[in-house]
């Protein structure tokens, strides 16, 4: 892919791009096995994640005495709760509280069953795992426990199913099972209320059960990496997206936009963006050097690998195009080509960000090409590599992503210079209808600024 293009670059193209749009062809293909998301056993250091990724996210953060209103409240929006349709009388809860339609919607969803609420007290540790365990959808592996398997599991949080209810003892026990409560809170259930660090784990892991915590195939000092790394790439195959790519195709052939990618979101890895960045390419042997590059710098970083298609314009004058699993192209109206290729974007989320701030030094030292006959480099590596963060970062330079949304699971986007980006949304807008179309800035290396400026190196 990178030959092609330089090739597109010295042909002109580019100066259409910086004529029409500057915008750039992204990256490519689509994984055939979905990503996973662990349920996480708590610690210090992930206590302080569980923290940052609700804040960030959510704009959840729990400060002293936890009411079980509040964590009522919290449930519901890690759940994407709208109002009930139903209307629910509360013994204590009027219609007027700030709790009230929190409250109703778990109650409707059988999340909570009682109908006395007390959410100004504070919410005791079991009661929150009560609720947790149903939030979760663990409700039913839950009650189908028998009494000595349920009783096994109390005694590792000190209980003893006497005095509790059949289901109360079942849904404790399956929340141990299960790793919804984490082992290093296991001390903090029984007979007290429950802590902040507590209430944002379980809404960690109830997110993380749902599927809708984080997504990686690992770390970079993982020994399994590398083999997880080559399994997403090769089991990944060109996205096709019908609904999206006859706009965006449309866009192409009216030099709207010079390029573009498709991705799937069901792979999106849902950093915490203040610590992640993220790196296109299309070679597979490249990423693998790039994962042992940031190893032997000391770097451990989550990865995902999220599967990515590069569509572009094929001028006819480069020849007769060699088409390939990975490479396909359709012949357009003025003898041209709209090239589809396989490609990857690795998101990386860094531990601090210090790490974050180490990627572009190491990247324009062992991945970055400035002369043809260089050595020293990392395998295929480009004259302008890609990578961008969703956050400000000094020496990265602000651009543009022009983002659609179709009804399914698949987005284009396609990166610009920030001036010509409101034209390239209102022609998107033209193309297309009942699609979601926004943009919004991103910061990447200044070789690819320079890339998509019409600047050399």
Do not use: C
Not at 284 to 310: D, M, N, W, Y
Not at 416 to 443: C, H, M, R
């Amino acid at each position: 892919m990178m030959n092609l293009r330089n090739k597109w670059l010295l042909s002109g193209s580019l100066a259409l791009s910086l004529l029409f749009s500057a915008t750039l062809p992204l990256s490519a293909a689509q994984a055939a096995a979905a990503p996973t998301s662990a349920v996480l056993q708590s610690s210090s250091t992930s206590i302080t994640e569980y923290e940052q990724f609700l804040q960030e996210k959510y704009g959840i953060s729990f400060q002293g005495t936890v009411t079980k209103g509040q964590f009522l409240q919290q449930v519901a929006k890690v759940l994407h709760l709208g109002s009930a349709e139903s209307k629910p009388v509360f013994s204590d809860l009027g219609a007027d509280s700030p709790y009230y339609s929190s409250a109703a919607a778990l109650y409707e969803h059988g999340i909570i069953t009682s109908l006395k609420i007390e959410a100004d007290k504070p919410l005791q540790a079991t009661g929150a795992l009560y609720i947790a365990v149903k939030a979760a959808g663990l409700a039913e592996l839950a009650h189908s426990y028998p009494q000595s398997k349920t009783t096994d599991a109390l005694k590792q949080i000190g209980y003893s199913p006497a005095g509790l209810s059949l289901s109360a003892a079942q849904e404790l026990a399956a929340a141990v099972h299960s790793g919804l409560l984490p082992s290093s809170f296991y001390k903090e259930v029984k007979g007290k209320a429950a802590s902040a660090d507590l209430a944002e784990a379980l809404l960690v892991q109830i997110l993380s059960i749902k599927g809708e915590y984080k997504h990686y195939i690992g770390y970079t000092s993982d020994a399994d990496i590398y083999g997880k790394l080559a399994d997403a790439y090769n089991t990944s195959d060109i996205i096709q997206a019908p609904e999206l790519q006859t706009v965006v195709d449309a866009a192409l052939k009216q030099n709207l936009v010079t390029g573009y990618n498709l991705k799937d979101n069901r792979f999106d890895a849902n950093f915490v963006d203040s610590l992640s960045l993220t790196y296109g390419h299309d070679n597979l042997k490249h990423a693998v050097q790039l994962i042992g590059l940031l190893r032997s710098e000391g770097i451990r970083a989550k990865v995902q690998f999220e599967p990515k298609t590069s569509a572009f314009i094929y001028l006819k004058e480069w020849g007769e195009p060699v088409q390939t699993e990975n490479y396909k192209v359709v012949q357009i109206e003025n003898g041209n080509y709209i090239a589809y290729a396989k490609e990857y974007d690795l998101k990386f989320e860094f531990a601090n960000a210090a790490d974050k701030a180490r990627f572009q030094p190491v990247i324009l030292q062992y991945a970055k090409k400035n002369s043809e006959d260089q050595t020293g480099l990392i395998a295929s590596s480009w004259w302008q590599p890609l990578y961008y963060s969703l956050t400000k970062l000094d020496d990265y330079i602000q651009i543009t992503n022009n983002k659609i949304t179709g009804a399914g699971h698949y987005y284009a986007q396609s990166f610009s210079l920030n001036e010509p980006s409101a034209a390239i949304v209102e022609g998107f807008k033209k193309l297309g209808t009942g699609l979601d179309i926004q943009s919004y800035p991103i910061w990447v290396d200044k070789p690819f600024f320079n890339y998509l400026n019409g600047e050399s190196l």
